[in-house]
Nanobody, 118 residues
Framework: QVQLVESGGGLVQAGGSLRLACAAS????????MAWFRRAPGKQRELVAA???????NYVDSMKGRFTISRDNAKNTVYLQMSSLKPEDTAVYYC????????????WGHGTQVTVSS
């Protein structure tokens, strides 16, 4: 059974940093493209950052320079380092995985809450 478990969320002041982790089980993360999404209150879910099996990364423009996605295939874990956090970054952050041959992320975690206070 595939499981993605996020951790590292919490309450932080504006300008602060957090590091999210997504531990994958039931799959070999090295053959999956991984991504972080988020859903802010009253808004649709949006892509934050993605990383391919080869380590290529992609970021939404508003996150570039502030967020860094990385992966440790030996630990089956993907990370999202977030810095210079803003109140508008407040959201539930979700980890997702998809095989390289599929365009849709078909495995999702339950999410971790990130709250940025002003």
């Amino acid at each position: 059974q595939v499981q993605l478990v996020e951790s590292g969320g919490g309450l932080v002041q504006a300008g602060g940093s957090l590091r999210l982790a997504c531990a994958a089980s039931g799959l070999t993360a090295s053959i999956y493209n991984m991504a972080w999404f988020r859903r802010a209150p009253g808004k649709q879910r949006e892509l934050v950052a993605a990383i391919t099996t080869g380590g290529s990364t992609n970021y939404v423009d508003s996150m570039k320079g502030r967020f860094t996605i990385s992966r440790d295939n030996a630990k089956n874990t993907v990370y999202l380092q977030m810095s210079s956090l803003k109140p508008e970054d407040t959201a539930v952050y979700y980890c997702a995985a998809r095989l390289t041959t599929i365009n849709t992320y078909n495995y999702w975690g339950h999410g971790t809450q990130v709250t940025v206070s002003s």
